[in-house]
């Protein structure tokens, strides 16, 4: 080890470090944060961890109530998978590629390649001709003009629609978007919601030219690295989950940690900043749910990774003073209600072989009322009986809020509905287990620089402090690793830069 890396390490041993949820994004910053050495706790309310990954096994069935899926696009992904060993864990859907779209009431299969495209029946002619001639008429010469202001806070909709158009909008990115967050595209800020996209086009003024030599940069690079790493693993190919579902890897995460390191059933209720010459400067309280109560636990730093509705409700202080949060904007949360069903194969008598079928906003007038369904038998069959399908499907989001908080009995019927519809099913499901989530996606709506502008002056104006989670940086599973795993970077510079004798100045 080079001397500069014992010093550095040095620094940081018996070091503290205290983080607030045991969701993916907490887990992740906890597990790097103790492979470097360093004394980590994590707090939990709730009475297990995984947030919402959470999988369930019951009478010959597994499912997800939340995430189902997960892909390796973020380099902190493979880096985990790596170090848990949960490569040999890893599965992957059957027919991923297959996925389908409702249009005119019948399922279509999106389109793989542009040859697929021309043929599909997803896109009208007219629609066909604006993507394929959207890089000559987004050429970056000929587009500055075009491209929206970065000062505005545009819609999803609004960008999609003037790159390829109304239809595109309205039967490909529309149940996109309603299956990755619950939202609707006008409703979601494009510079949050896509923000390399966003990138794309300030750069190549082409969504597709600016995509294409985006992946082909990509390419070259992860080349030259193997290059110099014979060793490097080939990336993942596309969405995957684990044997067992993906509660497995909350699991792995936290498996070395001690039943003191890991808090369960323990509700932070305060936080305390003091600057001076002694090391950890941070406080903290917190209580189970039979009230039993925790106080002045110590540490260095705080990683905070609750979601900032729950963040505002904490008692917050700075050198003996309140510090008030009145600068954390009120956030929209998509309520979502998942409903697992099974059903005998031969009451199915249109099984479509792939991954799922979203629905778009505008098929509602055919009567669907979900957002789509996973066929999540035919992805993995081993996580129900080879006589049963076993299907995962989600209702509410943006586009039916109160349908959402609809009862068990209610939501059965609408799900039978739209699979009859979709699948040909008949009769009554065999099982049924319901969900609810009444905050399962914060809104990344066109107000969100506001948010991100709150969270950086916390940090900001709390040292030691660093954020992390879904609020921040995306929605995916992916996404919450790779934010859990820069503010444990963060955390470490933090902590490496000062010794007892030289501590950061306090930002008042």
Not at 129 to 146: C, M, V, Y
Not at 224 to 249: A, N, V
Not at 485 to 506: G, R, T
């Amino acid at each position: 080890m080079a001397s500069n890396e014992v010093a550095d390490h040095d620094k940081l041993t018996g070091k503290r470090v205290a983080v607030v949820g045991a969701g993916v994004s907490g887990l992740a910053a906890a597990y790097k944060l103790k492979s470097k050495g360093l004394n980590v706790t994590v707090f939990e309310a709730d009475g297990r961890v995984g947030g919402k990954l959470r999988s369930v096994m019951h009478n010959g069935l597994i499912w997800d109530e939340g995430a189902n899926t997960m892909t390796e696009a973020e380099p902190e992904v493979g880096s985990l998978l790596d170090d848990l060993g949960l490569r040999e864990k890893q599965q992957f859907p059957i027919s991923q590629k297959k996925r389908y779209i409702v249009r005119n009431g019948l399922p279509v299969m999106l389109p793989t390649n542009p040859i697929a495209l021309i043929t599909s029946s997803v896109l009208s002619t007219q629609s066909k001709f604006q993507i394929l001639l959207e890089p000559f008429l987004w050429k970056k010469n000929d587009s500055s003009s075009k491209v929206a202001d970065a000062t505005v806070a545009e819609s999803v909709s609004g960008f999609f629609q003037r790159h390829f158009g109304q239809e595109v909008v309205d039967y490909l990115i529309d149940p996109f978007v309603g299956g990755t967050s619950a939202a609707d595209p006008e409703s979601l800020s494009m510079k949050h919601s896509f923000p390399d996209l966003w990138s794309i086009e300030k750069s190549f003024g082409s969504i597709i030219v600016g995509a294409i030599r985006t992946k082909i940069a990509a390419k070259g690079s992860k080349s030259g690295e193997r290059k110099s790493s014979p060793g490097t693993k080939k990336g993942s190919r596309g969405s995957f989950s684990f044997k067992g579902g993906m509660q497995i890897l909350p699991d792995m995460l936290c498996k070395d940690l001690s039943r003191d390191e890991l808090n369960l059933d323990s509700k932070v209720l305060s936080l305390s900043y003091n600057a001076g010459p002694r090391q950890e400067n941070w406080s903290l309280s917190c209580v189970s749910h039979n009230e039993t109560q925790k106080q002045n636990l110590h540490y260095d730093a705080v990683v905070m990774t609750a979601p900032l509705c729950n963040v505002k409700e904490m008692n917050v202080m700075k050198g003996g003073q309140p510090f008030k949060l009145n600068f954390l904007p009120e956030i929209s949360y998509m309520p979502l209600s998942v409903i697992i069903t099974t059903f005998t194969k031969e009451k199915v008598k249109r099984p479509l072989e792939g991954f799922g079928v979203l629905i778009p906003t505008k098929e509602q007038k055919h009567g669907f009322k979900t957002l789509g369904t996973l066929f999540s038998s035919m992805m993995f069959p081993d996580r129900c009986p080879s006589d049963l399908h076993l299907y995962t499907t989600f209702i509410g989001g943006s586009r039916n809020q109160e349908l959402a908080k609809a009862s068990t009995d209610e939501l059965k019927q609408v799900v039978t509905s739209d699979l009859q519809r979709l699948l040909g099913v008949e009769g009554e499901p065999v099982f049924v287990n319901h969900i609810y989530w009444s905050k399962a996606f914060p809104l990344y709506d066109r107000s969100y620089d506001s948010v991100m502008e709150a969270i950086d002056k916390m940090e900001k104006d709390l040292p030691g402090f660093f954020y992390a989670g879904n609020h921040r940086g995306g929605l995916s599973v992916g996404k919450s690793i790779a934010s859990g795993c820069k503010a444990a970077d963060l955390v470490i510079s933090y902590l490496e830069s000062y010794s007892n004798d030289n501590k950061p100045e306090d930002n008042l």
